[in-house]
């Protein structure tokens, strides 16, 4: 069936044009609306916080506007390393949380409630660095999900390992 046949009295091509101009003047100009902010989320330890944990969430906070960080409760890091950390949650929380590039700073309790934090916090992205690569794919129906390389040759087992053996 060629453009010009069918109900239409004009070519479709050209109705669709028309409607699309009328448009236009109905639907407000996108370029010209408030952008919303993009609020970006990530989590961690940042136990004996070194250049690694800070790149990543300069990096983190490139991917938009407010960057929200999860802080790993003290009870989560023995359950996930087999060790108290280092410094407290409380320590932890403050160092992070005086970042220039560090918004807001909430104490992750479990690695099960993710997907609470990043609809609590309304979160458009969560980062995480590739360390964790595949592991949070499932929150890509409520977020972007973004793995960030890891800053090579620097961790903080390596660096309490170096301390130790001074
Ligand atoms: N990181 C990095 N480069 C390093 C070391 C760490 O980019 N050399 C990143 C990690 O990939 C992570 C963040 O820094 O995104 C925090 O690292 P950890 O404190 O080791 O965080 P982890 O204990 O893995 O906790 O819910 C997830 C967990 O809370 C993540």
């Known amino acids: ?3 010009t046949e069918g109900l239409w009295a004009e070519p479709v091509e050209e109705v669709v044009e028309e409607v699309v101009a009328a448009m236009r003047f109905i639907l407000p100009d996108r370029a010209r609306m408030p952008r919303m902010p993009r609020t970006v989320i990530t989590f961690g330890t940042f136990d004996v916080f070194h250049v690694g944990h800070l790149r990543v969430l300069e990096r983190a906070a490139e991917l938009g506007d407010r960057l929200v960080v999860g802080v790993s409760a003290d009870a989560l890091n023995e359950r996930k390393k087999g060790r108290a950390p280092i410094f407290s949650q409380r320590e932890r929380l403050a160092i992070v949380g005086a970042l ?3 918004d807001a700073v909430f104490v992750e309790e479990s690695l099960e409630q993710k997907r609470d934090y990043i609809v609590e916090h309304a979160a458009d ?3 995480m660095g590739d360390d964790w ?4 794919d499932e929150f890509a129906d409520v977020c972007e999900v973004v793995y960030l390389e890891r800053t090579p ?3 903080t087992t390596a660096i309490i390992e170096h301390i130790a053996d001074l």
């Open 153 to 155: 040759a620097i961790s």
């Open 100 to 102: 220039k590039v560090v």
């Open 1 to 3: 069936m060629s453009g």
């Open 125 to 127: 992205v969560l980062v």
């Open 133 to 136: 690569a595949g592991k949070f």
